[in-house]
């Protein structure tokens, strides 16, 4: 897609509804990893405490994993469709 100034963007249109969809999915999922991964009563020197930061990376973690594997699926999945039909 060409730009009034000259710049074409490097994106496919795949790449950005990719993007779009890693976002739509990535973000609740980790609301509701960190929901779950946090919830509860704990006081503040129980060893319910130990390894927040643990969590907190391995929430990010699949996070990360789910965004990724569904943000290149919809990338794949729609820039073999547009190269199907000849656009």
């Known amino acids: 897609m060409w730009m ?3 710049y074409k963007s490097a994106g ?3 790449g950005k509804f990719g993007c779009l969809a890693a976002t739509l999915v990535g973000l609740p999922v980790f609301g509701f990893l960190m929901f779950l991964s946090f919830y509860g009563n704990c006081g503040p020197n129980d060893p319910c ?6 969590r907190f ?6 996070t990360a994993a789910v965004s990724a594997v569904v943000g290149f699926t919809i990338r794949s999945m729609w820039n073999k ?3 199907r039909d000849g656009k």
């Open 4 to 6: 009034e100034n000259g």
């Open 12 to 14: 496919t249109i795949g």
């Open 49 to 54: 405490r130990d390894g927040q930061g643990v």
């Open 57 to 62: 990376f391995v929430v990010f973690g699949v």
């Open 81 to 83: 469709h547009l190269n």
